[in-house]
């Protein structure tokens, strides 16, 4: 079946716009996640849905950051105003049920560039 | 000190060798732990669970070790395939965030 996708795979923004993305999780899987991953660094992990309930936003960096997911499916990560230090790939995954067994997989991730 | 931190790498090494990868974490309530491989400008993809008593994927073999807080990955006979980023990856208590090391860098060489 499909994997996770996300959209739009490449987004150029200029500093101070703000910019959604777009993760469609694997069809059945409750758990979804963000996460970033910087040039050079490893990836960092950003908030994680149950449901339609983020039950851990610990590792949204600002309140610029904000992510919904609705009807258990689709979630849409925003940035406000965005800054360059905002330029990363945002990588989605999806579990099945979530929890530490469950293996989460990746969607290609969209590359973000704030000019 | 990083919560997952693993060797800086890069390894270089010809094709056939035997190459292994170490990790250690912080948290000793973490509960899983994995190597994921990321392959250039790809997302990562799952390539083992490590478990206490080791686990062994064909040429690819984990180890945890619990007491000292310490993952390994074993490949052996390196094919040129094998060249990527290799990423320790541990859950934390709640089960539920991926605590991602910085990445050791394998190229396999001809």
């Known amino acids: 079946g499909a994997g996770v996708s996300q959209s739009p795979s490449n987004k150029v923004t200029e500093k101070g716009k703000d910019v959604e993305l777009r993760c469609d999780p694997i069809s059945g899987h409750t758990a979804l996640y963000w996460y970033r991953q910087s040039l050079g660094q490893g990836l960092e992990f950003l908030i994680y849905?149950?449901?339609?309930?983020?039950?851990?936003k610990s590792g949204l960096p600002s309140d610029r950051f904000s992510a919904e997911r609705t009807g258990g499916s689709v979630s849409t990560l925003t940035i406000q105003r965005t800054q360059q230090e905002d330029s990363a790939v945002y990588l989605c995954?999806?579990?099945?049920?979530?929890?530490?067994?469950?293996?989460?997989?990746f969607g290609p991730g969209t590359r973000l560039t704030v000019l | 000190r990083k919560e997952v931190e693993q060797d800086p790498g890069p390894f270089n090494v010809p094709e056939g060798a035997t190459v292994a990868f170490n990790c250690t974490y912080s948290?000793?309530?973490?509960?899983?732990f994995f190597w994921y491989r990321q392959d250039c400008r790809k997302e990562p993809k799952l390539l083992m669970s490590?478990?206490?008593s080791g686990n062994e994927d064909g040429r690819f073999t984990a180890q945890l070790n619990r007491a000292s807080q310490y993952i390994s990955l074993l490949i052996r006979d390196s094919k040129l395939s094998d060249s990527a980023t290799y990423l320790c990856v541990v859950i934390n208590e709640d089960g539920n965030k991926l605590v991602f090391g910085a990445g050791t860098i394998l190229r396999v060489k001809s």
């Open positions: 995954a999806s579990s099945l049920m979530g929890g530490g067994t469950d293996t989460q997989y």
């Open positions: 948290n000793s309530a973490s509960q899983s």
């Open positions: 490590v478990y206490s």
């Open positions: 849905f149950q449901g339609n309930s983020a039950p851990d």
